[in-house]
């Protein structure tokens, strides 16, 4: 198989993206220059950014990180941004709730702590606005003029919006067949949506070729090949946890996985917050969750294997819906390096989910997040997540994206003539 390495017609100027350095291979460490690259010339392994990371004391960076702006922007000095990055037209995504969730504590029995990372809040309601942000910049700095994706759903809308708001051209691509808020949210930015019939994995093989194509010239595909910079914006969710909790780790994570790069990246940020001296270093692990439907890397934890082998998707948590998810194997790392673990739940514990999340915080989540809440329950219920420890679930986007999910149990309760004796008749008043 030809492996496609550079793409596009990228400026070859030396490219400012503030502190980082370089791209390194994920297999084989070999370095390259920033660019528009994805894989390893050597060995096709993943590319990833590689840092000159701030040097000076924690308390300093502490400070100045503190006196930045209430979005991901305050952690510039962490990501591959240029310098002047805030006074570029953007969306600026993050610094999202983390809410203290003491009645979904009490319902789970959870003693510890525990939060939710509630990243509905971001501009076009999911966490692909971080990842989108950082790949704007990218984009910018290598002169592409149209911004594309394979998305999903969420990251097609994340993309409309932020190439409308940078004033650049966008083209992304989805399976044919998702949810309608989904469609008409990557839709009303006004760029090009093209459904594509197949599922992810075919969007994706889709894009792979049309990046080598005349007709893909000048490109800046997000999540190919902008990767490497896209997957930093998920070290946000890291910092901005950790920041809120009072600069210190949480004990237990529960993350979602689709390609698996939100994961690997949080847990970047982490390790980065460690070496920098910003949070003291303890043990945390880190969970994976799947919908059953979708469940390879699920699959592949729980059978003890190094390899994910590809699934044919089947579930309603679309937005996860990746039958062979690029970073699967290092998300295998991670779970067993940290001592977490990946599950996976049902259609109907993700729908259960949801409306638990809805009935005890108030946050509507979307099928994401019904799957990673979930799943959080059952590996409390199984032992595997520990109640006593500080513990943050990661709601990665809004139930107004995925209505269909819950909107066969989720009706009025009654519909009465505007009077109080139909009000009476229909047993709810107090009296
Ligand atoms: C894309 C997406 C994810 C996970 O993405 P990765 O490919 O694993 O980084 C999680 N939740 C939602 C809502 C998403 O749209």
């Not at 003693?111 to 509905?120: A, C, E, I, N, P």
């Not at 901005?240 to 009072?246: K, S």
């Not at 390790?271 to 919908?291: H, M, S, T």
Request: net charge negative.
């Amino acid at each position: 198989m030809a492996v496609q390495t550079v793409a596009g017609n990228a400026t070859t100027a030396p490219v400012d993206l503030g502190p980082a350095a370089a791209l390194s291979c994920r297999e084989c460490g070999e370095r390259f220059e920033l660019g528009p690259l994805f894989a390893c010339a050597s060995c096709f392994g993943p590319l990833e950014v590689a840092y000159d990371l701030p040097t000076g004391s924690p308390e300093e960076l502490r400070k100045r990180i503190e006196a930045g702006p209430d979005n991901i922007w305050r952690y510039a000095p962490l990501l591959p941004v240029p310098s002047d990055v805030v006074e570029k037209p953007n969306i600026n995504p993050g610094f999202t709730k983390l809410v203290k969730a003491d009645n979904l504590a009490r319902e789970l029995g959870v003693t510890g702590g525990l939060y939710v990372k509630d990243d509905s809040g971001n501009p076009t309601h999911s966490f692909k606005d971080r990842v989108v942000a950082i790949a704007v910049e990218a984009a910018r700095a290598f002169g592409f003029t149209t911004l594309s994706c394979s998305s999903t759903g969420n990251l097609a809308g994340a993309v409309g919006a932020a190439a409308a708001r940078a004033g650049l051209r966008s083209c992304v691509f989805i399976p044919h067949d998702l949810e309608q808020g989904k469609v008409v949210m990557a839709a009303v930015y006004g760029g090009e949506l093209v459904g594509i019939e197949g599922n992810y994995d075919d969007v994706n093989r889709f894009c792979s070729e049309l990046i080598g194509d005349p007709l893909g010239e000048g490109w800046g595909f997000v999540n190919v090949n902008l990767r490497p910079y896209y997957g930093e914006g998920s070290k946000t969710l890291a910092y901005e946890i950790c920041e809120q909790l009072g600069w210190r780790l949480p004990d237990q994570i529960v993350i979602p996985i689709a390609s698996g790069s939100q994961l690997t990246k949080i847990d970047k940020g982490l390790q980065e917050l460690i070496k920098l001296g910003l949070v003291e270093d303890r043990p945390y692990k880190i969970f994976g969750a799947q919908a059953e439907g979708c469940s390879p890397v699920s699959a592949a934890f729980k059978a003890g294997h190094d390899v994910v082998r590809p699934q044919k998707p089947n579930t309603i948590a679309k937005s996860l819906a990746i039958g062979n998810p690029a970073d699967g194997p290092y998300v295998l790392d991670i779970a067993r390096r940290t001592g977490g673990a990946v599950e996976d739940v049902t259609d109907e514990q993700v729908v259960e989910a949801i409306k638990l999340l809805a009935r005890t915080e108030g946050i509507f989540g979307e099928t994401a997040g019904g799957v990673t809440l979930g799943v959080t329950k059952k590996l409390i219920e199984a032992g595997v997540i520990d109640p006593t420890l500080t513990t943050v679930v990661v709601n990665t986007g809004d139930g107004l994206k995925t209505l269909d999910a819950v909107s066969a149990t989720s009706q009025a309760t009654a519909t009465i003539k505007p009077s109080l004796d139909a009000f009476r008749a229909a047993g709810l008043g107090t009296a």
